[in-house]
């Protein structure tokens, strides 16, 4: 079993930022994915971003580009997402995910077999 513990959230005014991390406790292979999730009270689980371990190829929701940046680091099994410009709207728990492959669809929560426990980001108008 695949452990992901997430740590970095809080609360903050609109416009700050934040750095979320997701720590694996074990060797993450080449051709697995890791992706960002986030999820509101009463709202479905969404997609935010998602890396591909080898190659760092990223991608991200439309609603999220230019402002989540979505990083690896190889050494020590861990992904970020550095949050820049936060809105109210992105008050959410946010998970990290993995899927032990080459996940298709990438933005489908149902593509990843292993989620940490979630952080709660809360954003003040």
């Known amino acids: 079993q695949v452990q992901l513990v997430e740590s970095g959230g809080g609360l903050v005014q609109a416009g700050a930022s934040l750095r979320l991390s997701c720590a694996a406790s074990g060797r993450i292979l080449s051709y697995w994915t890791v992706g960002w999730f986030r999820q509101a009270p009463g709202k479905e689980r969404e997609f935010t971003s998602v890396?591909?371990?080898?190659?760092?190829?990223?991608f991200y929701a439309d609603s999220v580009k230019g402002r989540f940046t979505i990083s690896r680091d190889n050494t020590k099994n861990m992904v970020s997402l550095q949050i820049d410009n936060l809105r109210p709207e992105d008050t959410a728990v946010y998970y990290c995910?993995?899927?032990?492959?080459?996940?298709?669809?990438?933005?489908?929560?149902?593509?990843?077999?292993?989620w940490g426990q979630g952080a709660q980001v809360t954003v003040s108008p």
């Open positions: 890396i591909r371990w080898n190659t760092g190829s990223t």
């Open positions: 995910a993995l899927s032990p492959r080459i996940a298709s669809p990438y933005a489908d929560p149902a593509s990843y077999d292993y």
